[in-house]
């Protein structure tokens, strides 16, 4: 077994895992990872397992290895040792206090970013191997108290934000009167049949960021689309299920999100500018419903805009004026290969665009994803020590003449805001529909 | 159901003209057709922060609204809409607001027959039901899902009953929301209460339970079954015998279950949507019988036609023998009827109606942003820039089809032979 990481010496106290951790046994620990294992994996771990020649190639691809000074506790490879590997090897007799740092390890110290997938010879996918890491913890009840209640919320309500059936089509109304008094006959038509595109969003856009409906109303109106969003559950394409490891309650809100576009009959889902979202819909909640790709169309936000100016259905009025860095969110870049168009969205609408480095399918994860902003306080100095890289990243964009960070994701939004408020960066932060609501063309 | 012997089936072809609504209101929303097809209506904008409804020409009562939203026609033809009016909130049915006002009142619900008309209501941050204007005499902290009895008497909710502040994940997962049928809750609490079922008597009343993390099963009036699976889909009452079927998912696969024990020999990728014959004889459901293809099975024995991207809107015939559903390959859809895909493919297409008799079948289908109707796979001569589900006649022999062409709402009583040949 490897040593303990030197990060040890915080010992966070999380009652997700604390709690959890008090109840278990060995005979249940063993128990629940070997019918993990059993019953839930197959020749992808197998052959994961058995390729993996340790070369350590996958080192430098992590942010956490790179912001830790090369540590390799923190490699891909190590994080792995440290959990999985070590289960396999023991036949699941591993101890409360390993499943303890494991718990640590799969939900704080990997976003399941994949950037150390491309790094691999063989492909390996490290992401995957710590997911099963934390389909066992949620098993084992040991998950974070922050995410648990996160997917508690979903179970609920079928958002991420415990917003209650009555103050989702409430805030849309809000919002659609507040557009009102810009553009006087701006709908926000809610529960129209036979739109072409239901546009959904995740909880926080209702619950603190309500603006954002309001920009992504003004943007539809002008452009002329044919749209609707639902007015009951199935409007949040969020999902930390999937990061929490519940399965079964991942596979419930993809359901009911798909299953609201079907009512709708919809031709398109477009999606506001969410990342993880996105992975859920297009890639991991659709496959584990028994879809090898999603029943509707999915178009994430990056994608709509560039099909919008591109077609000339929105016009720039004026291009935006500070310079702009561009953050390439990995489940749309990596998972869904939108780095391009996003940068033909940010040219398009901003006056000078200076690339990080690296950048596109290579750049740093913002150390929020994979749920891991989502445990919350206790883990937000592991988030933001683990990515030093990143701080090191925006500072070499800083200092190109950047002045805005442009993060076309919700929990790289939040990620970057704590990394550049603590390294002291400087940049704001914005979203792409941000830029464009402020420099389109608007009726009189 | 209905009855709609008494409607016009002899005159061909009404028309009501909607071009000067656009002139007379500051904007007009999308229009709503009766189910008898005599009215089109549609909320109107008539000054700022002021709503009401035009009626084939007419407003729909005195009191312009704040504020009205999901303006639907009942089975029965009444006209209903959510509107508010001085912030608070009610349901309107043909002008007319219901005594009670409430904070929020969303996600309506008609009886099969119309004549019963059920909302989820918010009142002091208080949740319940609300039928025909009455609410329920307890409410609660949250409610989440909903129903309304076949007949109209009864309704539902997943309702909250213990307090659980955010971040009291233990305190949760030891239960606090249960059902309640009519307001009155079950005893027993779970972690999670969902998709919620009530018998045809109004008697009974059936929802997917969570009873920790793990463990899920299906509840009836209360009373989990005794078998546990790593998850449920909605449970159905057997219309005739009042059994209780719900899809499980057990070591990865999926079956169907009755009162807590395997029904169908066969297990699938996935299960759900299952429906009964009208007369309980038959059992149907959508099915994955392999990963990334959908098709219906019938009675456990899937149809040999199976599609790549979904299969939805199935529905039995009145008789039982039939069933019609629609198929999507990429981004089309077909009708399919008994297994058998028809010829055309289209943009998009709504759930497949059966004749009376179940000879026939017809649907609207819409491709390119135009509408029109498939009926036993031949198509209707005309498109439309709108248009609604179609009507059989009582004897089965004539369509209405209620279409939206050049400005003008149109009622049309079509033969079958029309369109079939």
């Known amino acids: ?444 | 159901m209905v009855d709609s012997r008494s409607w016009d089936w002899e005159t061909g072809e009404k028309n009501v003209s909607l071009d000067s609504w656009k002139k007379e209101y500051r904007w007009v929303e999308e229009p709503y057709a009766s189910p008898d097809g005599e009215k089109i209506a549609a909320i109107v904008n008539v000054d700022e922060g002021e709503f009401t409804v035009c009626v084939n020409g007419k407003v729909w009562g005195e009191t312009v609204f704040d504020k009205i939203w999901h303006l639907r026609f009942s089975p029965d033809g009444r006209l209903t809409a959510l509107v508010s009016e001085m912030g608070e909130w009610t349901m309107a049915v043909n002008g007319e607001a219901w005594e009670n006002k409430f904070g929020y009142i969303w996600e309506p619900r008609f009886s099969i027959d119309g004549t019963a008309i059920a909302a989820a209501v918010q009142q002091d941050m208080r949740y319940g039901m609300v039928l025909n204007g009455k609410p329920w005499e307890q409410t609660f902290a949250n409610m989440t899902y909903f129903a309304l009895s076949p007949d109209g008497r009864h309704t539902a909710g997943a309702v909250q009953v213990e307090d659980v502040d955010s971040g009291e994940i233990h305190k949760f997962q030891k239960g606090s929301f249960t059902a309640a049928l009519d307001g009155n809750p079950w005893d027993m609490r779970f972690v999670n209460v969902w998709n919620l079922a009530i018998s045809t008597d109004g008697e009974h009343l059936a929802a997917e339970v969570r009873l920790n993390l793990y463990d899920y099963t299906i509840a009836v009036d209360g009373v989990p079954w005794e078998s546990r699976y790593a998850t449920v889909w909605e449970p159905l009452f057997n219309p005739v015998t009042g059994t209780v079927v719900a899809p499980v998912r057990e070591k990865g696969t999926w079956a169907l279950a009755e009162n807590g024990k395997i029904l169908w020999d066969r297990r699938f990728v996935q299960i759900w949507h299952q429906m009964f014959s009208p007369d309980g004889s038959r059992l149907a459901a959508i099915v994955a019988p392999k990963y990334g293809r959908w098709t219906v099975a019938v009675d456990g024995v899937p149809w040999p036609a199976t599609f790549a991207t979904l299969v939805t809107d199935a529905t039995f015939s009145p008789d039982g023998r039939r069933i019609a559903a629609l198929a999507k390959d990429g981004e089309t859809f077909r009708v399919v009827v008994d297994g058998n895909p028809w010829t055309d493919a289209w943009d998009m297409a709504w759930k497949p109606v059966f004749s009376p008799d179940g000879k026939d079948v017809a649907a609207k289908v819409e491709k390119k942003g135009r509408y029109t109707y498939t009926v036993n796979n031949r198509v209707w001569s005309r498109s439309c820039d709108i248009a609604w589900d179609p009507v059989f006649s009582p004897d089965g022999t004539h369509l209405m089809l209620r279409t939206v062409e050049a400005g003008n709402y149109v009622r049309r009583i079509v033969p079958v032979s029309d369109i079939v040949g």
Request: aromatic residues 8%; contains cysteine.
């Open chain 1, 1 to 444: 077994m490897a040593e303990p990481s030197k990060k040890e010496e915080n010992k966070v106290v999380d009652e997700g895992i604390d709690v959890g951790i008090s109840r278990l046994t060995e005979e249940k620990i063993q128990s629940v990872i070997n019918s993990v294992i059993d019953s839930e994996t197959g020749a992808r771990l197998k052959a994961y397992v058995e390729t993996c020649i340790h070369c350590g190639l996958c080192s430098e691809a992590c942010h956490y290895y790179l912001s830790h000074d090369n540590d390799p506790h923190y490699s891909p490879v190590g994080k792995v040792k440290q959990t999985i590997w070590e289960m396999v090897r023991k036949k699941g007799r591993v101890s409360p206090e390993f499943i303890r740092r494991a718990a640590i390890i799969a939900h704080t110290e990997c976003n399941l970013c994949k950037r150390c997938a491309q790094y691999c010879p063989f492909g390996i996918d490290i992401a995957y191997l710590i997911s099963v890491v934390r389909r066992i913890i949620h098993k084992l009840g040991v998950t974070p108290l922050y995410l648990q209640d996160t997917a508690h919320s979903h179970s609920v309500t079928m958002n991420q934000m415990w917003v209650k059936g009555d103050e989702w089509p409430d805030t849309l109304q809000w919002q659609e009167e507040e557009a009102q008094a810009e553009i006087p006959n701006l709908r926000i038509p809610l529960e129209k049949e036979g739109a072409d595109v239901m546009y959904s969003v995740i909880a926080p856009e209702p619950k603190f960021q309500a603006q954002l409906i309001y920009q992504a109303a003004v943007i539809m109106h002008v452009a002329g689309v044919n749209w609707t969003m639902p007015a009951s559950v199935g409007w949040d394409n969020s999902d930390m299920a999937m990061f929490s490891g519940d399965n079964e309650l991942m596979g419930r809100l993809k359901r009911t999100h798909f299953e609201t576009a079907a009512r709708l009959k919809v031709k398109k889902i477009v999606m506001g500018e969410c990342g993880h979202a996105f992975r859920s819909v297009y890639d991991m909640g659709n496959r584990w419903l028994g879809w090898s790709m999603p029943p509707f169309t999915i178009v994430h936000a990056i994608e709509f805009y560039h099909d919008l100016i591109k077609e000339g259905r929105i016009k720039i009025a004026k291009k935006y004026k500070p310079p702009i860095t561009l953050h390439d969110p990995c489940n749309v870049v990596r998972g869904g290969g939108l780095h391009e168009k996003a940068r033909y969205v940010a040219h398009a609408i901003c006056e000078k665009v200076i690339e990080m480095h690296p950048n596109r399918e290579h750049n740093y994860c913002c150390c929020a994803g994979g749920g891991v902003i989502n445990t919350g306080p206790p883990f937000k100095m592991t988030r933001i020590k683990g990515n030093r890289v990143k701080a090191e990243q925006l500072f070499g964009a800083k200092t190109k003449g950047a002045e805005v960070l442009v993060a076309p994701c919700h929990n790289c939004h939040s990620g970057l805001h704590d990394i550049v408020h603590h390294y002291e960066i400087g940049l704001d932060i914005k979203f792409f529909g941000d830029i464009i609501y402020e420099v389109m063309e608007k009726p009189e």
